[in-house]
C-alpha cells in the first residue's frame, strides 16, 4: 500500500513570497490533516478535512495560510505571503475515517514525508 | 500551561539499559494518548496507543496510563542503538484531532 505522498521535499524561498504544498493521501483515506513542525518542537494541527469538508481550521492563521481539498483526494496548503517565523517542517497526515474514540484501527494518522520549508 | 508537556531532553542511556519517558497533560477529559516515534528528518510513526488506565505492552515498549495523575509514560526495554530518536506524546480528541506535545530525545549508547 502506498503511502502518504508529498511534494517538494524541500523549498527555500525568500520572505513575502508565496508557496504551495501539495498532498495526496493513502487511497481511500476520507481524512486528512496538514501540521506544521517547528525545530524542537512536536507537529501543531493546521488544518483537518473530512472528504472535501473542512472539521477544523482553528489553528490555521486565516490572513497567510490557506488550504483546500476540492475533490476529496488530493489537498494542497499554500502560504501567501510567507513570514520568517514559516520556516518549518510542514506535515500532511491521513486517516481512513473521522469516527469515536474506541477502535484505533480507524484512527490512526499516518504521516508523509514532509515539506521542509525555509524563508530567507 | 501547554496542554501535553514533554522534557526535551536528550535522554541518555545505555545500550541495554531501560530509558523511561514520561507525559503530562492538562485536560483532565482526554480519552486516549498516542506515542510516536520520529528519527532525525523523518516523519513520526505510531509506536503505541493507550486509552485505560495501567500497562500496556508491545514488545519492549510498556506504556503506561494514569489519569488521576494525568501522566503518560513509555518505557522502553532493553534499549538499542536504532531506538535512538525523539518520542512523541499525543492526546487524542474528539474528531480524531491529536495534540502533540514537544517531544523528547532519547540517545541509547553503545
Known amino acids: 500500500e502506498a503511502g502518504v505522498a508529498q511534494s517538494p521535499r524541500y523549498k527555500i524561498i525568500e520572505k513575502r513570497q508565496s508557496v504551495a504544498f501539495w498532498c495526496n493521501p493513502i487511497?481511500?483515506?476520507?481524512?486528512l490533516y496538514w501540521y506544521q513542525q517547528i525545530l524542537g518542537q512536536g507537529p501543531k494541527l493546521l488544518i483537518q478535512?473530512?472528504?472535501?469538508?473542512?472539521?477544523?481550521d482553528s489553528q490555521l492563521p486565516k490572513d497567510r495560510f490557506s488550504a483546500e481539498r476540492l475533490k476529496g483526494v488530493d489537498s494542497t496548503l499554500k502560504i501567501q505571503p510567507a513570514k520568517l517565523e514559516d520556516s518549518a517542517v510542514y506535515l500532511c497526515?491521513?486517516?481512513?475515517?473521522?469516527?469515536?474514540?474506541?477502535?484505533?484501527?480507524?484512527?490512526?494518522?499516518?504521516f508523509g514525508p514532509g515539506t521542509r520549508l525555509t524563508v530567507l | 500551561q501547554k496542554e501535553v508537556e514533554q522534557n526535551s531532553g536528550p535522554l541518555s542511556v545505555p545500550e541495554g539499559a531501560i530509558a523511561s519517558l514520561n507525559c503530562t497533560y492538562s485536560?483532565?477529559?482526554?480519552?486516549?494518548f498516542f506515542w510516536y516515534r520520529q528519527y532525525s528528518g523523518k516523519s513520526p510513526e505510531l509506536i503505541m496507543f493507550i486509552y485505560s488506565n495501567g500497562d500496556k505492552e508491545d514488545g519492549r515498549f510498556t506504556a503506561q496510563l494514569n489519569k488521576a495523575s494525568q501522566y503518560v509514560s513509555l518505557l522502553i526495554r532493553d534499549s538499542q542503538p536504532s531506538d535512538s530518536a525523539t518520542y512523541l506524546c499525543?492526546?487524542?480528541?474528539?474528531?480524531?484531532?491529536?495534540?502533540f506535545g514537544g517531544g523528547t530525545r532519547v540517545l541509547v549508547k553503545p
Open positions: 499525543a492526546r487524542r480528541a474528539a474528531g480524531n484531532k491529536l495534540t
Open positions: 478535512f473530512q472528504n472535501n469538508g473542512v472539521v477544523d
Open positions: 487511497s481511500g483515506h476520507a481524512t
Open positions: 485536560d483532565r477529559g482526554s480519552q486516549s
Open positions: 497526515a491521513s486517516s481512513l475515517v473521522l469516527s469515536g474514540l474506541a477502535d484505533i484501527s480507524y484512527n490512526e494518522q499516518f
